[in-house]
């Protein structure tokens, strides 16, 4: 079921009543099902919430995303009790040995680069070596191929100058957010399947809660970087607004493609973390990532 995205930027009280989650503003209200609820996303500081909503939001497998004085995503609740199996879910992730990490990597690192290259393709309307690129990784990447690939891509994508920084100019605002809203959508299919989002399958950030959301997000990225380069040629703002952040959002409800069906990024999502379940278990050897475009 396609569940939706719902950002609050007004002063507002949250509360819930028969199953129902209840947003009033000064302007307007609102009843929304819980069930129906995939995000909730609060963007400003006097939203006020009540923990038997937040409670019943986690319960739900809702994920819900605070924003910073940056407008970004600052923190996220995710349900800690997704899964029936989750202990045992966990030891298979622990216990994970290091020749499958690397061969999952080595996998996640070429859908990585082979869609920068179909994106990057599409953009400048001439040919790139990407699939070159991505048939020289190797188990692990030990030869750093996605940071090669990556030089070449970021130089090429964007008619002026740029550098991809986490707090560069603009448009790496607009990527930041649509990346976080992605990091939390993949979090949040991972936690749903049972499996561990501190533990990395290769960031290793003692300090990252997210290690393998960010992982796993890496073949997604470009879903997000071709809104923003879609964004920049219709608009000419600079800072995120509610209309940027919504045609950033609507990326999660983008059509993505599976051998013999499509579907909806956000269940998609939950195929991937699924797979990647039974890679731990020993039932899959490949993560099951969707094509993104067709």
Not at 58 to 84: M, Q
Not at 154 to 178: A, H, I, M, T, V
Not at 276 to 287: A, N
């Amino acid at each position: 079921m396609l569940k939706k995205s719902i950002l609050i930027e007004k002063k507002s009280k949250i509360t819930v009543k028969n199953l129902q989650l209840l947003i009033k503003s000064e302007t307007r209200e609102a009843s929304i099902p819980i069930e129906d609820i995939g995000f909730l996303i609060i963007d400003n500081p006097e939203v006020y919430i009540s923990i038997t909503a937040l409670n019943l939001l986690i319960e739900n497998n809702s994920a819900v995303i605070i924003c910073g004085k940056t407008h970004l995503p600052n923190g996220l609740f995710l349900n800690l009790n997704s899964h029936h199996i989750q202990q045992e879910l966990f030891k298979n992730q622990i216990n994970a040995s290091q020749p499958l990490k690397k061969q999952l990597w080595q996998q996640t690192v070429k859908e990585k680069i082979i869609n920068q290259g179909l994106l990057l393709k599409q953009i400048t309307k001439s040919k790139n070596n990407f699939e070159f690129l991505a048939s020289k990784v190797t188990s692990g990447d030990s030869t750093n191929m996605e940071g090669v690939a990556a030089s070449f891509y970021w130089k090429s994508f964007f008619e002026q100058d740029f550098k991809r920084e986490r707090f560069g100019d603009y448009p790496n605002n607009f990527l930041n957010y649509g990346y976080a809203i992605l990091r939390a959508a993949i979090a949040r299919a991972l936690s749903g399947s049972g499996l561990l989002n501190t533990l990395g399958i290769h960031h290793k950030n003692k300090y990252n809660a997210f290690a393998l959301a960010d992982d796993i997000m890496e073949p997604f990225r470009p879903i997000i970087d071709e809104a923003v380069h879609t964004i920049m040629q219709h608009y000419d703002e600079q800072e995120l607004n509610t209309e940027i952040k919504s045609v950033l959002l609507q990326t999660l409800t983008r059509t993505v493609y599976f051998k013999n069906e499509k579907s909806p990024l956000m269940v998609a999502l939950q195929k991937t973390a699924s797979s990647l379940q039974q890679c731990y278990t020993g039932k899959r050897k490949k993560i099951k990532y969707p094509k993104l475009w067709n």
